[in-house]
């Protein structure tokens, strides 16, 4: 499969297989690949979906919106995108010396938050949004697609994420966002932070970002508070609880969706 789709690559038109060491590396939405060219130890990421997530995936939103976050700075440069039955699939520069940021530094934390409030403050506009009606259409969408047995598990957490959609508690327009800030798309080179995996980016509420990050870093209520601070504009007291009501939200939807991948 790796090599029928390096034939279709424009700058791997003169290369074979064998140019090539191949390392299978994690992911939960897509089969990703380390590519390393064996002359010269040039190494690329080979992004190829796998075929039970694509579906929920808008991949002319995704492409645009790793565009405009490429050239604000913070994603990988792409250097290949795959078009009709190769959609999805993409090749991305590989980043050297990189490794998942340690959220129990402060100063690195404060670091992701500079990088965080540079996407959430641009102002180029992503396609795609998610608004309170549509975050409810795709939390039931993927509590459906969970077992009996699951659902009876996340009915109480599915509730009440419901009723705080419902309940209109968000007034902060939307922004730029990530949707899956999770510790594991976020690299750090040096100084540098860099945001991958731009899959499910749209324009959504500031605090889905954050609240994604914080459930995913493990913050209490303390870190929280001072990371929400750091990225928000104007902080206000209400926007706390609106940070704690995305945190129950996003986390509702993460469990719906991993366990629907199951």
Same mark, same amino acid.
């Given at each position: 499969m790796i090599e029928s789709i390096l034939k279709t690559i424009p700058i791997f038109s003169n290369t074979s297989i064998c140019d090539f060491k191949v390392e299978?590396?994690?992911?939960?939405?897509?089969?990703?690949?380390?590519?390393?060219?064996?002359?010269?130890?040039?190494? /690329?990421?080979?992004?190829?979906?796998?075929?039970t997530t694509n579906p929920f995936i808008n991949r002319p939103d995704e492409a645009h919106n790793a565009e405009v976050a490429q050239q604000l700075g913070i994603a990988p440069k792409c250097l290949w995108r795959g078009e009709g039955d190769q959609e999805g699939m993409s090749l991305c520069e590989f980043i050297d010396n990189a490794e998942h940021p340690d959220v129990k530094e402060q100063s690195m934390v404060d670091r992701v938050a500079t990088t965080l409030a540079k996407l959430h403050h641009s102002p180029i506009t992503f396609d795609g949004t998610l608004d309170?009606?549509?975050?409810? !259409?795709?939390?039931? %969408?993927?509590?459906?697609? *969970?077992?009996?047995? %699951? %659902?009876?598990?996340?009915?109480?957490?599915?509730?009440? !994420?419901?009723?705080?959609?419902?309940?209109?508690? +968000?007034?902060?327009?939307?922004?730029?966002?990530?949707? +899956? @800030?999770?510790?594991?798309?976020? @690299?750090? %080179?040096?100084?540098?932070?860099?945001?991958? +995996?731009?899959? /499910?980016?749209?324009?959504?509420?500031?605090?889905? +970002?954050?609240?994604?990050? *914080?459930?995913?870093?493990?913050?209490?209520a303390k870190r929280s508070k001072l990371f929400l601070e750091k990225t928000l504009n104007n902080y206000q007291t209400a926007d706390f609880q609106s940070l704690n009501s995305f945190r129950i939200i996003t986390k509702t939807i993460s469990d719906c969706w991993g366990f629907a991948l199951t």
């Open positions: 299978k590396l994690a992911g939960l939405t897509n089969n990703n690949y380390l590519l390393t060219f064996v002359t010269n130890n040039t190494k /690329y990421i080979l992004r190829v979906p796998k075929e309170n009606k549509s975050i409810s !259409s795709k939390l039931t %969408q993927y509590f459906e697609l *969970c077992s009996a047995d %699951q %659902q009876q598990l996340l009915a109480s957490a599915y509730q009440k !994420s419901l009723s705080l959609l419902e309940a209109q508690f +968000d007034t902060r327009p939307v922004v730029p966002s990530h949707v +899956d @800030l999770i510790t594991e798309n976020i @690299l750090q %080179q040096g100084d540098k932070i860099w945001f991958i +995996d731009w899959e /499910y980016s749209a324009m959504v509420s500031p605090f889905w +970002d954050v609240a994604i990050f *914080c459930n995913s870093a493990g913050f209490d």
